[in-house]
């Protein structure tokens, strides 16, 4: 058996998240479609993150075992030709047997766009979160820098059907303006279910004025959901990279 390690963009607007679901379209699905049209049987890919209903990816990972050993230079061109255009296949490598995209991950990239602005814009309503409401972006600057750092992100977690350590190392998140166009970058060895978008969310209570200078120092340490703001809409997220 070979191992093929793929990387992966694609829109999710239109799906059901990354995981195979019975009640609708999702990424997993239509990339394990593709294959068994490329290899003549049923291939399982597993993904190195498996992102929500509605959010995109530029740089997503996955891997998957097959008997029949193609170029890998051809491969992207042959998944591509099965795909809906909202998905394409970036990269295809052979790697070693026993590489697993998720548990061999190091460290996953998310990047959340907000748009600061009164005027709406049609073209870009599935990718951004647009925000009519001036934000306070120097005081969202100061606030994230209480969760650098190996941390319990519990209050930032939303309700998982598994139960699982809520620790994490975030090794970097900044904020950047760009005209009206707000951009938060996190890396961190792993995430918790709605973790980026609930820190997102509370970032946007901070910098609206709803919450008071402090608070996610307070929020963190006090580990409750209920505390922290709201859960950011998945239009405006993107896991860009998967490290090893």
Do not use: C
Not at 26 to 52: C, N
Not at 84 to 102: M, N, Q, T
Not at 134 to 155: Q, S, T, Y
């Amino acid at each position: 058996m070979h191992t093929v390690k793929i990387t992966i963009s694609y829109d999710g607007t239109g799906y059901k998240g990354w995981q195979v679901q019975s009640n609708g379209k999702t990424i997993q699905g239509e990339l394990e479609r593709a294959a068994a049209g490329i290899f003549g049987k049923k291939v399982r890919i597993h993904g190195a993150s498996r992102t929500d209903s509605g959010v995109h990816a530029r740089g997503q990972v996955a891997h998957f075992k097959t008997s029949i050993k193609i170029p890998s230079a051809k491969m992207p061109k042959a998944f591509n030709s099965l795909l809906p255009g909202d998905i394409a296949v970036l990269k295809a490598e052979y790697v070693d047997d026993d590489f697993h995209s998720r548990f061999d991950a190091k460290s996953k990239n998310y990047r959340y766009f907000i748009l600061n602005s009164r005027k709406r814009d049609p073209l870009n309503r599935t990718y951004v979160r647009r925000l009519p409401y001036k934000l306070n972006v120097p005081l969202m600057k100061e606030e994230i820098r209480a969760l650098l750092g190996r941390h319990d992100f519990k209050a930032f977690q939303a309700r998982d059907k598994k139960e699982r350590s809520s620790i994490r190392n975030i090794m970097r998140l900044t904020i950047g303006k760009r005209g009206s166009l707000i951009v938060i970058d996190i890396e961190a060895d792993g995430f918790l279910y709605n973790m980026v978008r609930n820190i997102v969310g509370t970032l946007i209570d901070i910098g609206r004025g709803h919450l008071p200078p402090g608070s996610m120092k307070k929020i963190l340490a006090n580990r409750d959901r209920s505390q922290a703001g709201p859960t950011a809409p998945a239009s405006g997220l993107f896991l860009m990279k998967v490290n090893y």
